[in-house]
T-cell receptor, first 118, second 114 residues
Framework: AQKITQTQPGMFVQEKEAVTLDCTYD???????LFWYKQPSSGEMIFLIY??????QNATEGRYSLNFQKARKSANLVISASQLGDSAMYFC???????????????FGQGTILTVHP | NAGVTQTPKFQVLKTGQSMTLQCAQD?????MSWYRQDPGMGLRLIHY???????DQGEVPNGYNVSRSTTEDFPLRLLSAAPSQTSVYFC?????????????FGPGTRLTVT
């Protein structure tokens, strides 16, 4: 079964508008972390934002925020005021605690390609 | 700091050839991992290491070997390349510790097996 599901293969947004990229996850752990990465066409993986399962507040980093709904097991990325440079592939990923042995193993979703139109 | 470095950036192999993808990090991170990225499948974990001398298999280990003789280096060996191993390979490292610690990725190696 997929542990991380990103159901939107592609998304389009107008410059300066907000966009939400969906991510749902599946885990039986109580302690886990959720990450979003950006991969521009140049190929590097850029860390954007992190949400811990016990964090009471939704994470925010500049124009990025994470809409974390624990009961629904969703961790959607919201990008406000989209810019042309936001056009990229976006990956949601999860790190489970796995009995304290969270050795850096990230499980990734399939990715969503975001295109920002001028 | 150079961060995580990978060589080569691009490689073309013929079926049956072997090669080693190099990965090094200068951040004294204990944890290192190798992922492969294929279209529509995200990144999948091949092998990982929690310290020098300790390695373990990830989700898709078949056809690959790793070793970790030093903290800095974590090479990935393809024993007998197959077209199914055509992919982009990422090495990553992070500090030992909690869930929050960021994973740093190398720039990737694009491998084509013909």
């Amino acid at each position: 079964a997929q542990k991380i599901t990103q159901t939107q293969p592609g998304m389009f947004v107008q410059e300066k508008e907000a966009v939400t990229l969906d991510c749902t996850y599946d885990t039986s752990d109580q302690s886990y972390g959720l990450f979003w990465y950006k991969q521009p066409s140049s190929g590097e993986m850029i860390f954007l934002i992190y949400q811990g399962s016990y964090d009471e507040q939704n994470a925010t980093e500049g124009r990025y925020s994470l809409n974390f709904q624990k009961a629904r097991k969703s961790a959607n990325l919201v990008i406000s005021a989209s810019q042309l440079g936001d056009s990229a592939m976006y990956f949601c990923a999860m790190r489970e605690n796995a009995g304290g042995t969270s050795y850096g193993k990230l499980t990734f979703g399939q990715g969503t390609i975001l295109t920002v139109h001028p | 700091n150079a961060g995580v470095t990978q060589t080569p950036k691009f490689q073309v192999l013929k079926t049956g050839q072997s090669m080693t993808l190099q990965c090094a990090q200068d951040m004294n991170h204990e944890y290192m991992s190798w992922y492969r990225q294929d279209p529509g499948m995200g990144l999948r974990l091949i092998h990982y290491s929690v310290g020098a001398g300790i390695t373990d298999q990830g989700e898709v280990p078949n056809g690959y070997n790793v070793s970790r003789s030093t903290t800095e280096d974590f090479p990935l060996r393809l024993l007998s390349a197959a077209p199914s191993q055509t992919s982009v390979y990422f090495c990553a490292s992070r500090e030992r510790g909690g869930l929050r610690n960021e994973q740093y990725f190398g720039p990737g190696t694009r491998l084509t097996v013909t």
